[in-house]
């Protein structure tokens, strides 16, 4: 059985960093294409990165330049690195499997229960 | 504003049948990508639904159906039952001038009344 369990959530002042950790079982971090996504208070979800099994990744443009995600293969869990942190950053964090689609994208069929990171003075 | 359009609330009432829509455009749906459907309760892991347009992943009922057609996507849910009270959001790929991006709908809040 997969399980997304993500971590690290918390309070943290503007201009803060915060790093979230998503520990996963049932599956190889290594293996698959790892995703955080994002849901702000009274807002919809938005995707915000992503790690390629080959190691490359990709952000959006709302986070490029601030957020960084890693993962540990020995640890098994996936890591997002948030600084320069904004009130605009408040939201939950989902941790997320990405699975290629027949058009060679990807969707997302295992998630985390999600963890907040409030930004606020 | 986000890049797929979706109506942000359906309702109706149990046993009915309710639609909803995703509107794209001619750089996401209309360029072929696929629209995948995610259902999400507040506090909860979003689930999905339906990927691929029109597939279901093992466990959810065949109440749930995926359509596409040109720029557009649909959700329809038949035997409206309580549980199924609800956000919906639908999902696919967008190349833009700012480059390739995941792209959500802005979701649609489903009252069984």
């Known amino acids: 059985e997969v399980q997304l369990v993500e971590s690290g959530g918390n309070l943290v002042q503007p201009g803060g960093s915060v790093r979230l950790s998503c520990a996963a079982s049932?599956?190889?971090?290594?293996?698959?294409?790892m995703t955080w996504v994002r849901q702000a208070p009274g807002k919809g979800l938005e995707w915000v990165s992503v790690?390629?099994?080959?190691?490359?990744?990709y952000y959006a443009d709302s986070v490029k330049g601030r957020f960084t995600i890693s993962r540990d293969t020995g640890k098994n869990t996936v890591y997002l690195q948030m600084n320069s942190l904004t009130v605009e950053d408040t939201a939950v964090y989902y941790c997320?499997?990405?699975?290629?689609?027949?058009?060679?994208?990807?969707?997302?069929?295992?998630w985390g229960q999600g963890t907040p990171v409030t930004v606020s003075s | 504003q986000s890049v797929l359009t979706q109506p942000p609330s359906v309702s109706g009432a149990p046993g009915q049948r309710v639609t909803i829509s995703c509107v794209g455009s001619?750089?996401?749906?209309?360029?072929?990508?696929?629209v995948h459907w995610y259902q999400h309760l507040p506090g909860t892991a979003p689930k999905l639904l339906i990927y691929?347009?029109?597939n279901r992943p093992s466990g959810v009922p065949d109440r749930f159906s995926g359509s596409k057609s040109g720029t557009s996507a649909s959700l329809a849910i038949t035997g409206l039952q309580a549980e199924d009270e609800a956000d919906y959001y639908c999902?696919?790929?967008?190349?833009?001038?700012?480059?390739?991006?995941?792209?959500f709908g802005g979701g649609t809040k489903l009252t069984v009344l």
């Open positions: 999902q696919s790929y967008d190349t833009n001038m700012y480059g390739p991006d995941v792209v």
């Open positions: 049932g599956l190889s971090v290594s293996s698959n294409y």
């Open positions: 997320a499997r990405g699975a290629r689609g027949d058009d060679n994208k990807l969707y997302f069929d295992y």
């Open positions: 790690i390629y099994t080959g190691g490359a990744t």
């Open positions: 691929g347009n029109t």
């Open positions: 001619t750089s996401n749906i209309g360029a072929g990508y696929d």
